[in-house]
């Protein structure tokens, strides 16, 4: 029986022969065709994911630039504060600068001699740097109340230069000190400087900033 069956199949071999290898040939292009295109589908898929990730890093990038232009917008706006209101002109500030002084020295309880000042131009920093030296006899406590009152005084003061002679291990002995401080200004006259250091401020007075 399956010797007539089998006999049967070669018989028809011609027709049923082809027609399988058509079938086979054409499951084998639907597979290829079908894994191209799910390789094709993976490598878009992963690109697409790619491009998503730099969209959101440089949305993050962009972000932290636009909050770094504002701060440093904010920082010129309050740098330009500075510089009108804060140093501003000796004209504006001498006054200021001289009452600063002398309430941290009647605070400390000392009474300076004479006061000497002199001035610089910072050209870094495009401000003219004020100073004002004067000496005193004080205790060490004194000293030290000195020194507080002026660091908390509002005129931006900064101690330039400090020095004694005397025991210092001595608190109760009187030790004589030289102090300098200093102050930046936006602008400074010329003819006022002259005044106040006897002719030795550097030319170029009445000059702050250039264009901003």
């Known amino acids: 029986m399956i010797g007539r069956r089998w006999l049967a199949w070669r018989r028809l071999l011609p ?4 027609v399988a290898l058509l079938a086979v040939a054409n499951l084998a292009l639907y597979v290829w065709l079908s894994s191209e295109t799910i390789g ?10 790619d491009l998503r990730q730099t969209i959101v890093r440089l949305e993050r990038a962009c972000n ?7 701060a440093v917008q904010t920082l010129q706006v309050e740098l330009d504060r500075m ?9 504006d500030r001498l006054t200021a600068i001289l009452r ?3 309430d941290a020295t009647r605070e400390a309880g000392v009474r300076p001699g004479t006061f000497s000042y002199s001035a610089s131009e910072d050209k870094d920093l495009g401000l003219w740097r004020f100073q004002i030296s004067f000496a005193f006899e ?6 030290r109340r000195l020194l507080d ?3 908390e005084s509002p005129q931006f003061l900064i101690v330039d230069r400090i020095s004694f002679n005397g025991d210092e291990e001595a608190r109760s002995q009187d030790l004589r000190i030289s102090l300098a401080v200093s102050t930046y200004l936006a602008r400074a006259d010329k003819e006022l400087l002259d005044r106040l250091t006897a002719g ?3 030319t170029g007075g009445d000059r702050g900033r250039g264009p901003r």
């Open 64 to 70: 932290r630039a636009s909050n770094d232009r504002q």
């Open 200 to 202: 030795k401020a550097p």
């Open 138 to 143: 004080a205790q060490y406590r004194q000293v």
């Open 40 to 49: 094709r589908r993976a490598t878009l898929e992963a690109s697409v994911d």
């Open 100 to 102: 600063a002084v002398g």
């Open 149 to 151: 009152a002026l660091a």
């Open 15 to 18: 027709v049923w022969l082809p």
């Open 83 to 91: 510089y009108d209101d804060v140093f501003a002109s000796l004209d």
